[in-house]
């Protein structure tokens, strides 16, 4: 097989900042396109990068049969069409997280990616972490002994991203904090563990501190040129909740925004034998015990650029043509819980999960 021949749908800061950079440093790949509804996104990307032809509607390159795959980095609300009309199409998919903003998208997109035999990755790229696959080889290997509990916190002192803008919309992300924030901790989490399946979840997800957007003082926000939009915030800015599984329970309380002036954002894996408090996105701690001595071990180990080496194994999945540790199977676990989350928000009440 020659090189694989690649269109880039949204040329937006993902797509720039981690799957176009992955692609051009690898020599088996040749961006063909670069597609976006914003035209001077893809004019610019096609100046950047010195190669491929810019498109402003994915429908017009559907047909390309010299078209093997795509990286899908649009809004959330576009994830599951433009993902099944290149399947259907004949195209491998790597779609960015979180698969897609209800349950019964994702749902859809993995039966039709079972009909047509086409490979979806899902963009969580904290499986190709080396800090987390250490973690998860020593819990395989029983140095935690039965992990019964996993706590997540992924907090921000008024760090909402975007405001106004479309992710704070429900009708295009899906949701807020939970969605954005907490899909990389729960899937970090469920992979960790091993894919246990969700039993019941309990959750509440508040929208509070963005609800007055004119009035929203902030710390930090991600595009920040939409703080004068006059749009709209109607999802969760903070959210709390437990999921038992087959394995662990996991806790979990994030926040685009508190009013806590600290940043907590660490995951802890609890066993009977020992138990690792990750720091997120870089290294964690191992606690164990020998006799009467309590021990604390911070590894050593070399760091690894996540994003690009899950771009460069949704590249040899394309080329073997073999799902990899990101398929949309595994990515439908966490959508799964999340939808069960909002679900019990919605009720107040424990949502049976499957």
Not at 87 to 97: A, F, I, S, T, Y
Not at 126 to 153: F, M, P
Not at 280 to 309: C, I, Q, W
Request: glycine content about 10%; charged content about 25%; proline content about 2%.
């Amino acid at each position: 097989m020659g090189k694989i021949k690649i269109a880039v749908i949204g040329c937006g800061t993902i797509a720039s900042t981690a799957h176009i950079p992955a692609y051009m440093a690898c020599e088996d790949v040749e961006i063909k396109y670069f597609c976006d509804i914003i035209p001077k996104r893809a004019d610019d990307a096609v100046d950047r990068c010195d190669c491929g032809k810019a498109v402003y509607d994915y429908r017009e390159i559907l047909d390309d049969k010299e078209l093997d795959a795509v990286s899908v980095c649009t809004h959330n609300d576009t994830h599951s069409l433009i993902s099944i009309d290149f399947m259907r199409h004949g195209k491998d998919v790597l779609c960015e997280k979180p698969a897609a903003r209800i349950l019964s998208e994702a749902e859809e997109m993995l039966k039709v990616s079972k009909q047509t035999g086409r490979i979806l990755s899902i963009g969580v790229c904290n499986r190709y972490s080396n800090a987390v696959n250490n973690i998860k080889k020593l819990i395989e290997s029983g140095e935690l002994g039965e992990v019964h509990h996993v706590h997540a916190s992924f907090r921000a002192h008024r760090s909402i991203p975007g405001i106004g803008g479309d992710f704070t919309q429900k009708a295009v992300s899906g949701g807020g904090a939970l969605i954005d924030w907490g899909v990389h901790y729960l899937d970090l989490i469920i992979y960790c563990c091993g894919e246990p399946r969700p039993l019941t979840a309990s959750g509440e997800a508040f929208c509070k501190l963005g609800k007055n957007i004119k009035e929203y003082a902030y710390k930090s926000m991600w595009a920040e040129s939409t703080a004068d939009f006059d749009g709209v915030y109607d999802v969760d800015d903070s959210v709390t909740g437990i999921v038992r599984t087959t394995g662990p329970v996991i806790s979990f309380i994030g926040a685009w925004a508190q009013n806590i002036g600290e940043s907590e954002t660490y995951i802890d894996f609890m066993g009977d034998k020992g138990g690792v408090r990750l720091q997120y996105g870089r290294s964690f701690k191992l606690f164990t015990s020998k006799g009467a001595m309590l021990l604390e071990t911070v590894p050593d180990f070399k760091g690894n650029e996540m994003h690009k080496d899950e771009v460069l194994d949704f590249v040899s999945s394309v080329k073997k043509g073999q799902r990899n540790r990101n398929d949309i199977e595994n990515a439908v676990i966490t959508s799964r819980i999340m939808q069960a989350i909002y679900d019990s928000s919605d009720l107040h009440k424990e949502i049976k999960i499957g």
